[in-house]
């Protein structure tokens, strides 16, 4: 392709965006961005879309078969699933003006997943156990209601995923299926270079599940997630579920004192009291008061520099789910406003769960169970019962210890390009999805789901490989491979090596441009091609051969040039 054929230039003089991978694509002209979260894929962007699509096709063929799904959807289809009303990033879209509205005011859903479209779809043609196991996937646009959208590709309103949908006849089959996923993901990021860099991740299976999911983590400086990963075994946990031991607070020495009852008027939250009492947090107890589906009312305790997951609080109470019970049932169980609540004292129909952290600790401080008033000087076993067992509550840290190893974790920051999810009979449920087994008997179809960020690697592949001047694309996803500069003077030898380029099959984008020497260099640093060419007539007849990711050149003849471009 003709550098003039692209109908778009770089813009050097683009601003700076939030991210490294929003301003460079921008700069280089590979996206143009329509409104916050939504952007148009030039030529040059297109390409590498294609390219990533295509190879997350290939591996994606190798496990499933691909349909395409529509953007938009009846209302009734999430209505049937219950999540019309629990998807926070659901959006709608109905008629734009009266002359529109006067046709149909009816408003349509844009499909922010597809697990409520492709169940019923499933269900049409596949009925007998000897139907499964059997999985669909697309790649598609899809919609969220971002409350912000940031960092460029990373978090978009409207953005490309694949997702894939499996189906089977039994949980173990789904487990099996669900490892050869994770090996296909990995395939994809290998042959987008970033193999070495992506982690699995262990992390929550959501509210209806006690299973985990598991995300596919880069190291990227630019994402949002936090890893813990243990340093002898590997495994990686997200931070919503990492088990965690935290350090010891080291209180060697001290002898308990005597309980007093302070006043603590109008203080509520941690970092209140320790300022009132002026203590180390580590030496207080943090209460707070949750209320599970069922009504059970639970007080779940942990250290004062931690906060409570209620992700593994619901775990340890076997809860479906929960929540911060309410000022006024915090009231009537507590005897106290909300900021007093304390282990001592609370009646029998509160369940106590005690985080870890809190196993050893005297003379600590907690909330007295009435308004106003905090404990401190309290004692394990002397003035309240030593918890029968601890449970890990908290919400890890840096610096906290992996239980399996007894290290401290490695922590690093992540982008979550891809998630997987068994899920269960969910959504068969919720389609009426059954298969006859092989005594005829109807059963509920198991379900595993299975995304990847399409554009999110897009953004990501930028953030990991780019230097001071631009773009270093990985070979498999690279716009073209050779980028061919054609100076003053050498416009003849250049049709020539660009015919020969083309014919031999190698994607080349010849920059024909009547510009300075200068600014196509520039461009090309910027653009991020793996292979210049510069034909100049200081070259005479050879060509100059450098590498993106380079600082050398060389000069070659014309054949070895093309030989060395032979795949
Ligand atoms: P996140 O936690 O980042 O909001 P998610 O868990 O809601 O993502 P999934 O429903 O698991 O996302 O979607 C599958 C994949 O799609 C994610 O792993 C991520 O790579 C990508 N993705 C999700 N939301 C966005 C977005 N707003 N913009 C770009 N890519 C996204
Ligand atoms: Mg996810």
Request: aromatic content about 10%; hydrophobic content about 35%; some cysteine.
């Amino acid at each position: 392709m003709k550098f003039s054929q692209l109908h778009t230039r770089t813009i050097k003089e683009a601003r700076e965006y939030d991210s490294v991978n929003a301003t460079l694509l921008t700069q280089a002209g590979f996206i143009d961005q329509v409104m916050a979260g939504v952007y148009a894929f030039l030529p040059l962007g297109l390409r590498v879309l294609n390219k990533i699509e295509t190879i997350v096709r290939e591996e994606m063929d190798k496990i499933g078969t691909e349909i395409s799904m529509p953007s938009l959807s009846p209302m009734t289809l999430w209505q049937q699933s219950g999540r019309l009303e629990t998807i926070d990033v659901l959006m709608k879209t109905t008629g734009a003006n009266e002359i529109s509205k006067r046709k149909s005011t009816k408003e349509y859903i844009l499909n922010a997943t597809h697990e409520e479209i492709v169940t019923p779809i499933a269900k049409k043609f596949n009925a007998s156990y000897k139907d499964f196991p059997f999985a669909f996937y697309q790649i598609q646009t899809k919609f969220r209601n971002e409350a912000r959208a940031k960092s460029g590709l990373l978090r978009g309103r409207e953005f490309r995923m694949k997702d894939l949908y499996s189906f089977h006849t039994s949980e173990e089959e789904l487990i099996d299926y669900y490892q050869k996923a994770k090996e296909a993901y990995m395939a994809v990021y290998r042959r987008l270079g970033i193999g070495d860099d992506t982690y699995i991740v262990q992390a929550s299976g959501g509210a209806f599940t006690d299973n985990y999911s598991h995300e596919f983590q880069v190291k990227c400086e630019t994402g949002e997630d936090q890893v813990f990963l243990d340093p002898v075994s590997k495994v990686a946990f997200n931070q919503e579920i990492a088990p965690s031991r935290a350090p010891v607070f080291d209180q060697a020495g001290e002898q308990p004192q005597p309980l007093h009852k302070t006043l603590t008027k109008g203080i509520t939250g941690m970092q209140a009291l320790v300022e009132f009492l002026q203590v180390d947090p580590r030496r207080c107890v943090k209460t707070l008061i949750y209320q599970t589906s069922n009504g059970q009312l639970i007080a779940a305790a942990v250290r004062g520099d931690y906060d409570i997951s209620d992700e593994k609080l619901r775990h340890a109470t076997g809860a479906t789910s929960l929540s911060l019970a309410s000022e006024t049932v915090v009231r009537e169980a507590t005897g106290a406003e909300t900021g007093y609540a304390g282990l001592i004292g609370l009646p029998d129909s509160v369940k106590v769960f005690v985080d870890d952290s809190l196993q050893g600790i005297i003379n600590f401080e907690c909330g007295a169970n009435e308004t106003d008033y905090h404990f401190t000087n309290v004692n394990w076993g002397r003035d309240l019962p030593e918890p029968e067992t601890y449970h890990d509550l908290k919400v890890v840290k840096p610096g906290d210890i992996s239980p399996e190893s007894n290290q401290p974790y490695e922590v690093f920051v992540g982008s979550e390009v891809g998630n997987i999810f068994p899920l269960g009979t969910k959504y068969s449920q919720a389609f009426d999805f059954t298969f006859a087994d092989q005594n005829g008997k109807e059963q509920l179809v198991q379900m595993g789901c299975y995304g990847i960020g399409i554009t999110r690697l897009m953004g990501v592949l930028v953030e990991k490989f780019h230097d001071e001047k631009g773009i270093i694309w990985p070979e498999s996803v690279a716009p073209f491979r050779v980028h061919l500069i054609s100076l003053r003077g050498a416009e003849a030898q250049a049709q020539q090596l660009y015919q020969n380029l083309a014919q031999q099959g190698v994607e080349v984008l010849w920059d024909e441009r009547e510009v300075s020497p200068g600014i196509k260099f520039a461009d090309a640093d910027l653009i991020g091609i793996p292979v210049r060419l510069v034909v100049s007539e200081r070259t005479s007849g050879q060509v100059e051969w450098k590498q993106r990711n380079s600082d050398t050149s060389e000069l070659l003849s014309v054949e070895d040039t093309l030989s060395r471009l032979q795949r």
